[in-house]
């Protein structure tokens, strides 16, 4: 059964670990770089306007949203939104995630393949990540073995869409990292922070990769036992 204390969940305790150090670290790295602020002193809005105009990129729109680290660009409207504690922050942290985002705009614009995969794939993540586990679990105690097969297709979507992120947002970082060098926007040093911060990001994507392999690890040996029943 597909319940918490299922032997098979014991696949999931690294996974599970490396999540809660991943936000540990984000956590940790951006407040401690929160702290330290840029020389030039330009907040992170103002340095991705700079950066994204630099790239031919002025129909892109800069907006806040509320929260914390809710900082995305999204393809479809052409807008980078930085965070409540990301927008107007000229903090190394600030400006390392805002430049990230601008990473993002670059590789739209560029046409990169791997966004263009990632972004191809979010309508089956999404109907993955809600439907994957109802039908497979239905049909692990309904010994329906086409709707297990369904359950773990969709659940190889979800996977999928985690893959792919992991080149998509690490090409973002080293894009981010390699424009605030070449424009002086951070000193060599303050890019050491920066990269911090990015660094411990990444872990995060990682971690929900690891995650979602380790799940569906799980649904197979979990279906493979009831066909073998």
């Known amino acids: 059964m597909l319940y918490p204390m299922d032997p098979t969940f014991l696949l999931l305790i690294p996974a599970l670990l490396l ?3 991943a936000q540990m670290k984000v956590k940790s790295s951006f407040a401690k770089y929160s702290q330290i602020y840029a020389t030039r002193g ?5 340095v991705s306007r700079i950066l994204l105009d630099n790239f031919g990129l002025q129909k892109v729109k800069v907006e806040r ?3 914390s680290l809710t900082d995305h660009y999204d393809p479809r409207s052409k807008v980078l939104r930085l965070s409540d504690s990301v927008s107007g922050n000229s903090s190394i942290a600030a400006i390392g995630v805002a430049a990230h ?3 993002h705009a670059i590789q739209d614009k560029e046409g990169y393949a791997p966004l263009r995969f990632r972004n191809a794939l979010v309508p089956l993540a999404n109907i993955g990540s809600t439907a994957a586990f109802p039908l497979f679990l239905i049909g692990l105690f309904m010994s329906m073995e086409p709707l297990l097969n369904i359950g773990i297709i969709l659940f190889a979507g979800v996977v999928a869409f985690h893959v792919i992120t992991l080149p998509v ?14 424009t002086g926007t951070l000193t060599k040093q303050e890019i050491g922070g ?4 990015l660094t411990a990001a990444s872990l995060t994507y990682i971690a929900a990769t690891v995650m979602a ?3 569906l690890l799980r649904l197979l040996i979990l279906a493979n036992g009831r066909r073998s029943n």
């Open 19 to 21: 999540a809660a150090f």
């Open 42 to 46: 330009v907040s992170a809005d103002a």
């Open 65 to 67: 949203v509320p929260g």
């Open 101 to 103: 985002e601008v990473g």
């Open 169 to 182: 947002e690490f090409d973002a970082s080293a894009r981010a990292l390699k424009l605030l060098g070449n």
């Open 194 to 197: 920066a990269k911090s911060v």
């Open 213 to 215: 392999l380790a799940q």
